[in-house]
Nanobody, 121 residues
């Protein structure tokens, strides 16, 4: 089993920045990718960014130009730097990790509990 612990959410004014962090722990043999999603009230969960073990990245349209994903493979952590935040960025932000417990185990998607980000003056 893999546990994900997110941190860094909170209240920020429009135009401000926040840095989210997610640490993966538990039975981890390897991780193929780590990423961030968000879900606003009444909306579906949306992709923000993912980053592979080889540090390849893919950004969703919502995140391009303002958010930057980074990863520390030695610590199994993934961060999301968010700049120029807008009120419409208000949502619960979720960490996602695809990992396997052993060499022969299947890859499984794991999700964090979510961290609230509120952008308001």
């Amino acid at each position: 089993q893999v546990q994900l612990v997110e941190s860094g959410g909170g209240l920020v004014q429009p135009g401000g920045s926040l840095r989210l962090a997610c640490a993966a722990s538990g039975s981890i043999f390897s991780i193929t990718y780590m990423g961030w999603y968000r879900q606003a009230p009444g909306k579906e969960r949306e992709l923000l960014a993912i980053i592979t073990t080889g540090v390849g990245t893919r950004y969703g349209d919502l995140a391009k130009g303002r958010f930057t994903i980074s990863r520390d493979n030695t610590k199994n952590t993934v961060n999301l730097q968010m700049n120029s935040l807008k009120p419409e960025d208000t949502a619960v932000y979720y960490c996602n990790v695809r990992a396997r417990a052993t060499y022969s185990s299947p890859f499984i998607d794991y999700w964090g509990q979510g961290t609230q980000v509120t952008v308001s003056s």
